[in-house]
């Protein structure tokens, strides 16, 4: 294996000019990119900061944005593969998502590019708090004034910096911790792997400090928020078996009059066909009117900004690739812009069906009779036509559009075939299996209707589900009425039925993590969540039995088949930490994951 230098340690300076990589490439003054020169001032820390947002915002981004050619975005490390999604148009390299024993791939790009994205965050984050310490930085006109810029400051690189700690600890378990900004004086080779709960120390300490320093809803929700940082401080309370402290830091969010369900249209999206719930989704923004988003990363078509755009790829990722079916092909063909040859049939099609998907992710049918619950498959609008591709739309020669359908029948069905079933292959490419709507997105111009990325703004975390994570709180700690009274506030606002305390006493843990997926699915770290249920106490998460295992033989016809490694132990949850890291550590020998050479 060639052997990289790898270190925890990234080239900071990269942050700080622009999101786009390609700049770092370019000379640039010295006095221009230099912390020295940049970190001296309240409007300097700031940009330092914005850079930090925009690493984050690289979660929606694709995959190979480090290097190699991974096709899909990021955040399905964690959203696909689980017991709500298999991988259906795959990668070599992310084969586990339908066959999970083939995680064995230590030197697989994608589980070095997580590693290297989160660790260029924790030490841009070392950097920004080490650096507020300093003497002489101009925080502010006044006393008052110069403390409370350099709290947000400090509040919001510690959120980042325990928030990338998150995504190390679920997906790799015991890894290096850094608190200190690394220089070239104390550049180490010798990292060893702390332990889960010694991390978790720190992020506790970090979370809290951004809970205590960062009002609880800010001007607006492209911003951390103190409602932010008790969402996953309670999380991680979860995590610690530590429900009764859960429910103390999510209480002022869930149960105060900063956040609220959209129960009523709104937005953009309020003069089309919808719910809702989708609103949600198409007008992410406190200045849409949008009260349930706490944080959103927000963007504009690049034609309309100079600077400031990232295309995301959750819509690419998570929406099937309609476009290649074989039936699906024999739609639109006579829309007016494609017989006039304003526009490929594949710009047409996809302008008319929410824009184009790649199909890599898609939902498990486990997960899609999920919401049928109670008999709700006909009454929850998250699984309606509004939220879900249940039909391909058609516009004829007359501009009018209708349903395509095929002998009379609706071209998108759940029949699984033997493509699904055959354990053979590479992958599997059912192109009209139904998916999710949440990120639609139609490009303005239909020359650059079948890009795979997007420029909407794209909400992250919703106040959703802090209510199920406080319901769960509320639930360990035996208050089950309470608990049922904010999972039917979830329920109702799409028109499900609400549910009894009996209800959840039967279900208990599952139907949290049902309802979880009923309302989060492609949103929430599907992975994450698993794998914290099934440490909870100290459990093994490579257990057969345990939820993570269990749900996925029980959900998920594909990647949940038993020749595909969810009934063995031998088949890792966690991913390996990245081979090129263990190489570069020279001073210090570092023994993998459980599962892995």
């Known amino acids: 294996m060639k052997k990289i230098k790898y270190t925890i340690l990234s080239l900071l300076a990269l942050a700080i000019v622009s999101c786009d990589e390609t700049a770092f490439l370019e000379e640039s003054p010295r006095?221009?990119?230099?912390?020295?020169?940049?970190?001296?001032?309240?409007?300097?820390?700031?940009?330092?900061?914005?850079?930090?947002?925009?690493?984050?915002?690289?979660?929606?981004?694709?995959?190979?944005?480090?290097?190699?050619?991974?096709?899909?975005?990021?955040?399905?490390?964690?959203?696909?593969?689980?017991?709500?999604?298999?991988?259906?148009?795959?990668?070599?390299?992310?084969?586990?998502?339908?066959?999970?024993?083939?995680?064995?791939?230590?030197?697989?790009?994608l589980f070095d590019n997580?590693?290297?994205?989160?660790?260029?965050?924790?030490?841009?984050?070392?950097?920004?708090?080490?650096?507020?310490?300093?003497?002489?930085?101009?925080?502010?006109?006044s006393e008052a004034e110069a403390t409370a810029h350099k709290n947000e400051i400090v509040a919001e690189a510690r959120f980042v910096r325990a928030w990338a700690y998150r995504h190390l600890t679920y997906t790799y378990g015991d890894v290096p911790l850094s608190v200190d900004e690394i220089t070239g004086m104390n550049y180490r080779t010798d990292w060893e792997r702390n332990s889960v709960s010694e991390v978790r120390v720190q992020m506790e300490e970090d979370f809290k400090f951004a809970m205590n320093n960062l009002p609880v809803r800010r001007d607006n929700n492209s911003k951390i928020s103190g409602a932010m940082a008790a969402h996953y401080l309670g999380e991680l309370y979860l995590a610690e078996s530590k429900s009764d402290k859960a429910v103390e830091v999510l209480k002022p969010v869930c149960e105060g009059t900063d956040y609220s369900l959209m129960t009523e249209r709104f937005g953009k999206n309020a003069q089309n066909d919808g719910c809702a719930f989708i609103d949600v989704f198409r007008s992410p923004m406190y200045a849409d009117g949008n009260r349930e988003v706490i944080f959103a990363f927000l963007?504009?078509?690049?034609?309309?900004?100079?600077?400031?755009?990232?295309?995301?790829?959750?819509?690419?990722?998570?929406?099937?690739?309609?476009?290649?079916?074989?039936?699906?092909?024999?739609?639109?063909?006579?829309?007016?812009?494609?017989?006039?040859?304003?526009?490929?049939w594949t710009q047409v099609f996809w302008s008319n069906n929410g824009g184009k998907g790649a199909g890599r992710c898609v939902p498990s049918l486990g997960a899609l009779r999920l919401y049928n619950y109670k008999n709700q498959g006909q009454v929850d609008d998250r699984i309606s036509d509004y939220a879900m591709v249940w039909t391909i739309k058609d516009r004829g020669a007359d501009g009018n559009v209708s349903v395509y359908l095929n002998n009379g029948k609706a071209v998108v069905d759940t029949i699984v075939?033997?493509?699904?079933?055959?354990?053979?292959?590479?992958?599997?490419?059912?192109?009209?299996?139904?998916?999710?709507?949440?990120?639609?997105?139609?490009?303005?111009?239909?020359?650059?209707?079948?890009?795979?990325?997007?420029?909407?703004?794209?909400?992250?975390?919703?106040?959703?589900d802090t209510y199920l994570l406080y319901a769960e709180a509320l639930m360990k700690q035996n208050k089950?009425?309470?608990?049922?009274?904010?999972?039917?506030?979830?329920?109702?606002?799409?028109?499900?039925?609400?549910?009894?305390?009996?209800?959840?006493?039967?279900?208990?843990?599952?139907?949290?993590?049902?309802?979880?997926?009923?309302?989060?699915?492609?949103?929430?770290?599907?992975?994450?969540?698993?794998?914290?249920?099934?440490?909870?106490?100290?459990?093994?998460?490579r257990d057969v039995n345990n939820y993570f295992k269990r749900r996925m033989r029980q959900l998920n016809e594909v990647a949940g088949r038993p020749v595909r490694g969810m009934n063995d132990y031998d088949t890792p949850v966690l991913f390996p930490i990245p081979q090129s890291f263990i190489d570069s550590n020279t001073g210090r020998k570092l023994t993998n994951n459980p599962g892995y050479l």
């Open 417 to 464: 075939n033997d493509r699904m079933t055959d354990d053979n292959r590479t992958t599997i490419q059912k192109y009209n299996w139904p998916t999710t709507r949440k990120w639609d997105y139609v490009h303005p111009s239909l020359a650059n209707g079948d890009k795979d990325g997007a420029y909407m703004d794209i909400s992250y975390l919703r106040l959703a």
């Open 299 to 344: 963007n504009t078509e690049e034609e309309n900004s100079s600077a400031g755009t990232a295309e995301v790829y959750m819509k690419s990722s998570y929406k099937n690739y309609y476009s290649n079916d074989n039936i699906i092909k024999g739609s639109n063909k006579q829309d007016p812009r494609y017989t006039s040859k304003e526009g490929t």
């Open 480 to 541: 089950t009425g309470d608990a049922v009274k904010f999972i039917n506030k979830v329920r109702n606002r799409s028109h499900a039925v609400s549910i009894t305390d009996a209800d959840l006493t039967a279900g208990g843990m599952d139907f949290i993590l049902d309802e979880r997926s009923r309302e989060l699915l492609s949103e929430e770290e599907r992975r994450h969540t698993l794998i914290r249920v099934s440490q909870e106490g100290g459990a093994d998460e």
């Open 114 to 141: 997580i590693f290297r994205w989160c660790y260029r965050m924790v030490n841009t984050a070392n950097m920004v708090i080490a650096r507020a310490e300093n003497t002489g930085i101009n925080w502010g006109a």
């Open 31 to 109: 006095d221009s990119i230099y912390p020295e020169n940049l970190l001296v001032d309240y409007s300097g820390f700031q940009s330092m900061n914005s850079a930090l947002y925009g690493m984050m915002r690289q979660e929606y981004r694709r995959a190979d944005q480090y290097g190699g050619g991974i096709p899909l975005v990021l955040h399905s490390a964690w959203g696909c593969g689980v017991d709500n999604s298999w991988s259906n148009n795959s990668h070599g390299q992310v084969s586990f998502m339908y066959y999970p024993s083939r995680i064995n791939q230590p030197d697989a790009q």
